[in-house]
């Protein structure tokens, strides 16, 4: 492998993180949901020339080396590997990728979608090759199938398109279009979220009450057409509101916690104008619609409340 340190990359590719405005697990049934992108931490795939045959990829945040032609059930190698093979490439070049993130592992930010966005778009660069945002975004889609069994979808499509989006499952997404920016924090619970686990614990909750859980589902729906409307006319005070009914009908379907229950009052204590948990649930993070000059106190709150972390974002 050749000595990274005195070679330039032939290849840099990011992939932000993400997080859920409105709709999470209603989506996996088919209801439409509102998902942004989160510049501010991304995943970073580098890409150099190598001297050893075939694709070699480090993880250096995990201290994981993979080789991608031998390690053959890794997920990265899967995914480097399905890219090759949609391309029809039999031999893969001797390429070096060193993978770094500063997503947080398991709080429902996009992280493992985001590091394999990075890794496609990476290689595809490196070896010149031309692959539409929907072929990416389908190429993370089939890895994500690994992790959480029958996603939506919805982590890969805002995470390779990178913008604001409307999705609906097996539907082309519709790009949000955000007449003022508004502010966002995303706070840790510091409970791990297994995406996974909570969306197999609505199901099964659905499957004995399913009349009950498509009456909680069409409440969020309407809530996102509601979200939508105010982002589309610029009118984010009104957002605040939607945003904690949402939180309300997740605690309902049973994905919340009573960690981000009191992230949940902290922040709306504090002056937010709503808030909610975003993603899987049950750990993971919640976010906060704030105001500029509430940002300093909400954190705060947040912190005093038990967050782990505390990550502004602005959607615009
Ligand atoms: C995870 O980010 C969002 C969920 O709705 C699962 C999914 O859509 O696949 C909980």
């Not at 050749?2 to 088919?30: M, N, R, W």
């Not at 229950?261 to 049950?282: Q, Y």
């Amino acid at each position: 492998m050749c000595d990274d340190s005195v070679h330039q990359p032939i290849a840099v590719a990011t992939a932000p993180g993400k997080f859920i405005l409105t709709g999470e697990h209603a989506v996996v049934y088919g209801t439409p949901a509102i998902a942004c992108p989160v510049a501010g931490v991304h995943a970073k795939a580098q890409v150099y020339p190598s001297d050893t045959e075939g694709i070699a990829v480090d993880a250096v945040d995990i201290n994981t080396k993979i080789r991608t032609s031998i390690d053959l059930d890794h997920p990265i190698s899967l995914a480097t590997n399905n890219l090759l093979q949609h391309f029809e490439i039999e031999k893969a070049p001797a390429l070096h990728v060193k993978l770094s993130s500063t997503i947080p592992i398991a709080a429902g930010l996009g992280s493992g979608a985001a590091i394999t966005t990075a890794l496609i778009k990476g290689l595809t660069q490196a070896m010149d090759l031309q692959l539409s945002t929907a072929e990416l975004s389908s190429q993370v889609y089939e890895i994500e199938k690994l992790f959480h069994g029958t996603p939506s979808g919805i982590d890969n499509t805002v995470i390779a398109y990178a913008q604001s989006v409307w999705f609906i499952r097996d539907e082309a997404l519709e790009p949000i279009n955000t007449v003022s920016q508004f502010d966002i924090l995303i706070a840790d619970t510091g409970v791990a979220s297994e995406t996974m686990t909570a969306v197999a614990g609505v199901r099964e909750r659905y499957t004995k009450a399913p009349s009950q859980y498509r009456a909680y589902f069409d409440a969020i729906t309407e809530l996102g057409h509601q979200a939508r409307t105010h982002i589309e006319n610029g009118h984010i005070t009104a957002l605040g509101p939607i945003l904690s009914k949402n939180h309300v009908l997740l605690q309902n379907i049973g994905v919340s916690s009573s960690e981000l229950n009191t992230l949940v009052d902290a922040a709306t204590n504090a002056g937010a104008l709503g808030a909610k948990l975003s993603g899987g649930g049950v750990g993971g993070n919640m976010i906060a619609l704030v105001e500029p000059n509430t940002i300093s106190s909400v954190t705060t709150a947040l912190f005093n409340a038990g967050a782990t972390r505390v990550i502004h974002t602005q959607v615009s």
